[in-house]
């Protein structure tokens, strides 16, 4: 089916991390009310009565008549035409399981860039599988964006997605400010892709900072992870495409980077000597890419496309195998 997002429709945001947190703060700088689905009673309280979010970024402060924070789904559901999805992939299911509301007359945007675990899906293949919706009425919003910098102000480039260039336009106005860059795509395989793959390039790179590897080698390996999450795209699912853009590029080289990136710390801890288990132990939020290594694997088991990147992060994660010894096999197959 054909699907318009109207110039009036009414958004919400299902999640209540670091990311729905600044989403929703993006949403109401242009004045618009939004619907907001939190789980958890001290955040929803917190929100309600100071117009702040005690356990992320809370030093965000909201406006409460901009805001409707509530924990009934089905009526925050109801009550928006626009649904942004902004949980952790791998609670996806478990913050939809109460949903009765249908979802046909909606429009759905993951924020999310991980794989629903042990459905082997990105979260787009699952929300048009499980809820029996076009691609036509499923979208993204990706791009080199830590929630810290968003929430604060701080310039960040965000692309929006859609089969529909208008849609992904209509989705643009509702975010825009002055300090958020806005681009437009039709590529929901390749950027959702992308944003999945790059989590597992983090780890990698996280592993290289803590075993004592150099700049120079993480230059190497970033260009290589490149090279893999664009071979992968091209051989997968061919379109026209340029990965050299932000969406691509640009997100794959802040998550390796930065110290806010969950997926580097993850694998700055296994190079450090700490065991896959104690590592995951001591996040204080979900690594994407820890997931996201073995689904892709799984993923990967019909394409047969070459990711000894990829392979290298599985193996450490999933089988055991020892990071130095790794990341030392690894070192002789980067050009």
């Not at 618009?32 to 809370?58: C, D, F, H, I, K």
């Not at 989590?199 to 004592?212: P, Q």
């Not at 997968?236 to 990136?261: K, N």
Request: with cysteine; hydrophobic share 40%.
């Amino acid at each position: 089916m054909e699907y318009k997002i109207g110039s009036e429709a009414r958004c919400a945001v299902i999640g209540h991390g670091s990311w729905a947190t600044a989403l929703v703060k993006q949403l109401t700088l242009g004045g618009q009310r939004v619907g907001w689905y939190v789980r958890n009673e001290e955040v929803l309280e917190s929100l309600r009565t100071a117009g702040r979010n005690p356990r992320y970024l809370n030093d965000t402060e909201f406006d409460r008549d901009h805001i409707a924070p509530s924990d009934d789904l089905d009526a925050v559901v109801r009550d928006a035409e626009v649904i942004i999805l902004a949980t952790p992939s791998a609670y996806l299911k478990e913050f939809l399981a109460p949903l009765r509301t249908p979802l046909h007359d909606k429009f759905i945007v993951s924020a999310i860039k991980g794989i629903v675990p042990g459905d082997y899906q990105t979260v787009v293949e699952y929300i048009h599988d499980r809820y029996g919706l076009s691609y036509k009425q499923i979208g993204l919003i990706s791009g080199p964006s830590h929630a810290e910098e968003v929430s604060r102000g701080k310039l960040s480039y965000l692309t929006v997605v859609c089969t529909d260039e208008e849609n992904a336009r209509m989705l643009g106005k509702r975010l825009m400010s002055e300090s958020l860059a806005l681009s437009y795509s039709t590529d929901l395989y390749g950027i959702e892709y992308a944003a999945i793959l790059k989590n597992i390039y983090a780890i990698s790179v996280g592993m290289a900072v803590g075993l004592g590897y150099g700049d120079n080698f993480l230059a190497v390996l970033i260009a290589n992870c490149a090279r893999e999450l664009t071979r992968f795209l091209e051989e997968s699912y061919p379109a026209p495409r340029d990965t050299q853009v932000s969406a691509y590029l640009g997100d794959l080289l802040v998550t390796c980077y930065s110290t806010y990136s969950r997926n580097r710390r993850l694998g700055l801890l296994i190079g450090h000597g700490c065991t896959v288990r104690s590592a995951l132990n001591e996040m204080t939020m979900v690594a994407e890419g820890y997931f996201a290594a073995d689904c892709i694997r799984h993923i990967n088991f019909r394409h047969r496309i070459e990711m000894p990147i990829a392979e290298t992060v599985y193996r450490v994660l999933y089988e055991g195998a020892s990071a130095r010894r790794s990341m030392k096999e690894l070192t002789t197959k980067l050009i």
